[in-house]
């Protein structure tokens, strides 16, 4: 069965729905479409009795590059408006990393090409994450003057601890699929050729077990290692609506525009 949610592909098959962001031109930007498209779907697997595993990924070699930029400045550089409107995107973001975390279902998070921003956040959230060796991670809010959303910081000092996180999302570098290999951030790297093959074989494996106890190990999973995500996602919604006020921010969002180095504490 396959259907077309303009930007968000679903279909299910062999007890496995796979969710395809769809919007290639901007390498899958995380716009409000996209988000709501996307909580569309995972909620339809959810409530799939049929469908044991979910699988997340990307068209056109990229699972996300992020923020929709274009949204977040769609109407006007107004510091008021600036805030309301990310207030309003992060928040969405943060409604997506909840329900991947809700659904007790496995997620499998399909990785390649750009995995920027909440991309790379959301890609956390999931239960596993088998990337291809091309991708390229980011945690890139500091080059515009925000912090992490989708629960970036609360994820990775869950997963790498602080030191790691600290240098993560201060510096914004990007980085590998080996180093996230390297940092257990990832299951699997296999080449991009294999990697159709790797998610399935690991999807079809997680079909195959017993579903209610894999339901109530992401249960307990929930309970002990991710019981604070909803209030770090409260705190990145305040903090980020009072970061777009700024002129940092001005300053990062015009020079990504204009294509330039942007320069900072002027």
Known sequence: MTQSQDIVLYRVDNHIATLTLNDPKSLNAFSTPLKNAVIQSLEEANNDEQVRVIILQGSGGNFSSGGDIKEMISEGLDKETLSNKLAAMVTGAGEVSLLLR?????????LEGAVAGAGMNLALTCDFRITADNAKFVQAFVHIGLVPDAGGVYLLN???GPAKTTELVMLGDKITAKDMADLNLV?????????????????NRLCALPSKALETMKHLLNTHAYMGLNEALDMEV??????????????GITAFIEKRKPVYNQ
């Open 158 to 160: 869950q997963l790498v």
């Open 102 to 110: 809700k659904i007790h279902k496995p997620i499998i998070a399909k």
């Open 238 to 251: 305040h903090q980020q609506a009072r970061l777009a006020k700024t002129d940092d921010f001005i300053e």
């Open 187 to 203: 299951n699997d790297v296999v080449s991009a050729d294999e990697l159709d093959d790797a998610v399935l074989k690991l999807a």
